[in-house]
């Protein structure tokens, strides 16, 4: 089946991708709308413009993935590329190479775009310093997730129409979540409201690095009442070890997200999570998979989301 | 051009490679930055490796700095293997000026009290940087918005904070000389003026970088600039400079820390810290001076906290120019480059700003000397 492409806007400021705190309202209005037009393209199985055909990309991925790489994977293939991965176990990296000599190498093989996932923050503008490639984030440490904040984005916008003035309550592990950053950052470049709330442990220590419309809750009610979208945030294990958490048990029991609870905020309020869930802690199954949630569409936007950041910032725009 | 005779200057914290990184810096070669930076006596931090800690090493050192144009004072580390006291009457005896434990406190506080007491009883200063080791592990940067924005680990100023206030009743009660080295925070700056005013024998220096930047230059994730003590907040930095003007910050140091560039350039967190220093010190000083961002500073008072001042932390008598001193010009405009500068690494924050002041010959031993050629760094 074909029919016409979807509209494509203009090339965007920016030529890297490194996270969104400094990324324009016009330009996230762009890559939301590229990205709104892929998804229904996909939804009505219309071909996409093969923008990416001759296109070098590869996934640098120092840190484990699953559906980040797949739905990036999932994306270059539809835009026509033919990704090359590369995982740092087994790899030069592992030999002891550094992260210089090793992107500086690819490059070489003739990589036009990486899409880099690694431990450490700060590592997608320190690639875009050290080669000529186009750098796409695809999680950095604790500082950006920059695609997952723009797919939370696109399904909040999808249902939500603006964001302008939206509420917009963030609940769990704020101080170490890249996801977290990256959606404080793009609500409030498009006039979002953000209340976060979790364990005093868990909680930024200095909010006021995010500007005016984020802020600290009271409470989780004060966080859920009126929200327009509720985002959880999956808590890990690790933090019982590390001493941020008594157990997950009470985690559940001052934190998790119940049919209760989410009665607080606005009647339809969305309900998201990056994933992946533990049930049963952050949220519960009946509201994971009830009405309210966005969850899976999430998932699905992540590849019309990446499709439209590769497009803009890579696409070959003579084939469209 | 107006030439000036100023008293050679003395750093407190300065690093060197020699033995065990002679590719980040020689002795030699730092020393040969150190007298282009107006230095003539350089207090070196012992955490080399293998570190000087015992009366041998002292001498070796001391032995690859014989003969160059700025002294070599070295100090030896406060403990063997973070577990066991020094030999310090050896470690004395060999020459050392001092003993340090380095960035942070033990982890044992029955060692700190130990360390103390037997350095008082050797009539030795220890060095330290008063750092809670605890809080400060894992940390990259300062614990404030920006660590928050680029979701970094944060090293609280807290940790200043804490290490003083193990540190300070110990000094009270062994009697202890201490010289608090890179002080960072405000916190840390009024608790060392209570401890002076206490009248506690302490004495304390601040980094010339923590003088001239604030966190706000980690955003962008520069690698150079991650030094330790981190680079604090604004109000530290103010802090920092009300203390030097009042006294309770007594001098000025590099914070000289060599880092070979293909350890240096690598992803943030495991950049190495440390940046070098001894040659854009003073400089960089001066054109920020010029240029308005730090309060106009007279020359009197830069010769203080450069000279006069960390000489007498180290026991040595006030230097005299026409003794031992360095030719400047200080309308001189240069851009440090590593072409221009003798260090062998260049984790230089400063490289390719431009700078004011130019030293332009030595005063050694009361005759006039050239600086050494580049090339025989």
């Known amino acids: 089946m074909t029919k016409s492409a979807p509209g494509i806007p203009g090339s965007l400021s920016i030529r890297h991708l490194p996270g969104l705190r400094d990324v324009p309202k016009s330009d996230l209005e762009a890559i939301l709308d590229t990205a709104q037009s892929f998804r229904e393209a996909l939804d009505e199985g219309v071909a996409v413009p093969k923008t990416l055909t001759g296109v070098s990309v590869v996934n640098l991925f120092f840190e484990n ?28 990296a592992a030999k002891g190479e550094s992260l210089r000599d090793t992107a500086r190498n690819i490059e070489s093989l003739g990589a036009d775009v990486f899409v880099v996932r690694h431990s450490s923050a700060g590592v997608p503008a320190f690639l875009a310093s050290q080669t000529n490639t186009v750098v796409v984030n695809a999680g950095d440490g604790a500082c950006e997730h920059p695609t997952q904040g723009l797919l939370d984005a696109l399904t909040m916008r999808q249902h939500l129409g603006s964001l302008e003035g939206k509420k917009v309550a963030i609940i769990g592990d704020i101080r170490h979540s890249r996801v977290a950053r990256s959606n404080l950052w793009a609500l409030s470049t498009l006039g979002a409201t953000v209340r976060v709330w979790g364990p005093a442990t868990l909680l930024p220590r200095h909010p006021e690095a995010f500007g005016a419309q984020v802020r600290v809750a009271k409470s989780l009610d004060d966080a859920l009442e009126g929200s327009d979208a509720v985002m959880l945030l999956r808590i890990q294990h690790e933090r019982q070890s590390s001493g941020l958490l008594p157990s997950l048990r009470e985690y559940r029991h001052s934190f998790g997200l119940d049919r209760d609870r989410l009665r ?39 590849v019309a989301v990446r499709m439209a950041v590769l497009h803009l910032l890579a696409g070959r725009k003579t084939n469209v | 051009m107006s030439e000036i005779l100023l008293p050679g200057f003395c750093d407190l914290g300065c690093a060197f490679g020699e033995p065990g990184s002679e590719q980040a810096e020689t002795i030699a070669s730092g020393l040969a930055a150190a007298t282009r930076g107006g230095f ?46 020094s030999e310090m009457a050896l470690l004395a005896q060999a020459g050392a000026a001092g003993v340090s434990l380095g960035d942070t406190l033990p982890r044992s506080t029955s060692l700190l009290r130990s360390v103390l007491e037997y350095a008082a009883q050797n009539d030795l200063t220890v060095f330290v940087h008063p750092c809670d080791p605890d809080l400060a592990a894992e940390g990259i940067v300062h614990e404030g918005p920006v660590a928050e924005r680029l979701g970094l680990r944060g090293i609280p100023s807290l940790a200043e904070e804490i290490g003083l206030g193990t540190l300070l009743p110990l000094v009270r009660r062994t009697k202890a000389r201490v010289h608090l080295s890179r002080i960072s925070s405000a916190v840390g700056v009024s608790l060392v003026r209570e401890a002076k005013l206490e009248g506690l024998p302490v004495t304390a220096d601040v980094s010339f970088r923590h003088l001239l930047a604030d966190e706000s230059i980690l955003e962008g994730f520069p690698e150079d600039w991650k030094v330790f003590p981190p680079l604090r907040g604004a109000t530290d930095r103010t802090a920092l400079w009300a203390g030097l003007r009042d006294g309770s910050i007594d001098a000025i140091c590099s914070l000289h820390r060599p880092v070979a560039a293909e350890v240096k350039s690598a992803e ?25 961002t730090i309060q106009k500073v007279d020359l009197a008072d830069w010769v203080k906290w450069l000279s006069t001042a960390p000489r007498k932390v180290l026991g040595l008598d006030a230097c005299d120019a026409q003794h031992e001193g360095t030719w400047w010009d200080l309308a001189h405009k240069w851009t440090p480059s590593e072409a221009t500068l003798a260090s062998r690494s260049s984790n230089c924050p400063e490289m390719g700003v431009e700078l004011l002041g130019k030293a332009l010959r030595l005063r050694r031993r009361g005759t006039d000397l050239e600086l050494p050629a580049l090339e025989q760094a």
Do not use: W
């Open chain 2, 268 to 292: 943030f967190d495991k950049s190495p810290y440390g940046a070098i220093g001894l040659e854009t010190c003073f400089p960089a000083l001066l054109a920020a001076s010029q240029a308005g």
């Open chain 1, 65 to 92: 993935s699953t559906r980040t790489r797949l739905s990036f994977e999932t994306a270059q293939k539809r835009l026509g590329a033919s990704p090359m991965n590369f995982t740092s176990s087994g790899s030069s």
């Open chain 1, 264 to 302: 607080l905020a606005k009647p339809g309020a969305l309900v998201l999570h990056p994933g992946p869930i533990n049930r049963g802690v952050e949220i519960v199954s009946e509201i994971a998979d009830g009405p309210q949630s966005v969850i899976l569409e999430q998932v699905t936007n992540g």
């Open chain 2, 40 to 85: 003539s006596v350089v207090a070196m931090e012992p955490f080399t490796e293998p570190a000087i800690d015992s009366d041998a090493q002292v001498h070796l050192v001391r032995h690859r700095a014989a003969g160059l144009h700025c002294d070599l004072l070295p100090l030896a580390a406060a403990t063997r293997d973070k577990g066991t006291l």
